[in-house]
T-cell receptor
Framework: GEDVEQSLFLSVREGDSSVINCTYT??????LYWYKQEPGAGLQLLTY?????DMKQDQRLTVLLNKKDKHLSLRIADTQTGDSAIYFC?????????FGQGTTLQVKP | ETGVTQTPRHLVMGMTNKKSLKCEQH?????MYWYKQSAKKPLELMFV???????ENNSVPSRFSPECPNSSHLFLHLHTLQPEDSALYLC???????????FGPGTRLTVT
């Protein structure tokens, strides 16, 4: 079945770049998404990439997609304390959205 | 009114109570979802409604009963819950299944 895997925890210093990685199994995914969840809140759609793209940049966010390896990454440049949250990747597998288990990003001042 | 709203934001209930969670979306979407988020567990999809018809039910216990009276409203009726049902319940909507989903803030449920 479809599966989405993420590492559970990442800690960086303020001002550094963060890279959150995700692997997925469904090669038929059309879109891949990154969501952010701040404490006590729902998930907020951050950005997405269409499966025929390699890269998408949106201000401090860069999404890289390696379709051959089924690997997706989210790079946050100049990470701020306000970026501390749980980040979920998701892919559109067979008519539904499949979420990873989330990566907790801790930003140290 | 912001995209997806949920009420109540917090709920404490005993195991013999009956309560309902409400979700409303103002985005003109056609699909709505209930998710359960427990500590240190992946997000669990519970129910999917598309055009007010249930299209997926991931083997959720019958003590959870969804209702989708129209494309803007979704309810989750709760009865005789167990302590392990304590979690954050998230509602989401999308234009269609497998499209990007927009989430509400969640209802934090505690079963005592």
């Amino acid at each position: 079945g479809e599966d989405v895997e993420q590492s559970l925890f990442l800690s960086v210093r303020e001002g550094d770049s963060s890279v959150i990685n995700c692997t997925y199994t469904d090669s038929s995914s059309t879109y891949l998404y990154w969501y952010k969840q701040e404490p006590g809140a729902g998930l907020q759609l951050l950005t997405y990439i269409f499966s025929n793209m390699d890269m998408k940049q949106d201000q401090r966010l860069t999404v890289l997609l390696n379709k051959k390896d089924k690997h997706l990454s989210l790079r946050i440049a100049d990470t701020q304390t306000g970026d501390s949250a749980i980040y979920f990747c998701a892919e559109t597998g067979t008519g539904k959205l499949i979420f990873g288990q989330g990566t907790t990003l801790q930003v140290k001042p | 009114e912001t995209g997806v709203t949920q009420t109540p934001r917090h709920l404490v209930m005993g195991m013999t109570n009956k309560k309902s969670l409400k979700c409303e979306q103002h985005l003109g979407h056609n699909a709505m979802y209930w998710y359960k988020q427990s500590a240190k567990k992946p997000l669990e999809l519970m129910f999917v409604y598309s055009l007010e018809e249930r299209v997926e039910n991931n083997s959720v216990p019958s003590r959870f009963s969804p209702e989708c009276p129209n494309s803007s409203h979704l309810f989750l009726h709760l009865h005789t819950l167990q302590p392990e049902d304590s979690a954050l319940y998230l509602c989401a909507s999308s234009q269609a299944p497998a499209h990007e989903q927009y989430f509400g803030p969640g209802t934090r449920l505690t079963v005592t």
